[in-house]
């Protein structure tokens, strides 16, 4: 029972093969994911852009509160592919809540036909603070 037989060696070399490889590749061969540093929210009523600083460990809950009114009216939008302004099918439901329960009017900006924000220019952009920071 104390002899390693030939076939038990090639095993044990191997999986030490293979270990390592898998080591070598977790390790030296994955890209690291950029992820995005500011997340641009719309003033649904307004139509204002703003942006929250998302780096490092932040967040914004969403829909987030405005800065001034305290309502929840801030949703998020991404670029689209004409370097325009979309929101993404995910948050439109929040828009129509807000239409339907706070009676809001979304502004003339905020294209719900096929969600398109048009008139919002680059750099106009105001960092938005959230008003639970305190």
């Known amino acids: 029972m104390g002899e390693i037989k030939p076939w038990q060696a090639v095993l044990f070399a ?3 093969i293979v270990v390592g490889g898998v080591l070598a590749w977790m390790i030296f061969g994955q890209q690291r994911v ?10 649904v009523p307004t139509g ?3 942006y929250a600083d998302v780096s ?11 800065p001034d009114t305290l309502e929840r009216t801030l ?8 370097g325009g302004w979309m929101i993404s099918e995910r948050y439109r439901p929040a828009i129509r809540r807000m239409v339907d329960k706070m009676k809001l009017v979304p502004a003339d ?20 603070v959230s008003p639970l920071a305190g």
């Open 75 to 82: 949703i998020p939008v991404s670029r689209s592919d004409d």
């Open 14 to 16: 191997a999986a030490i």
């Open 48 to 50: 204002d852009l703003y």
């Open 109 to 128: 900006v905020i294209d719900q036909g096929n969600w398109t924000v048009t008139t919002v220019e680059t750099g106009e952009a105001r960092k938005y």
């Open 34 to 43: 950029q992820l995005a540093d500011k997340l641009y929210l719309i003033d």
């Open 56 to 66: 490092g460990r932040g967040g914004v809950t969403v829909p987030a509160k405005h």
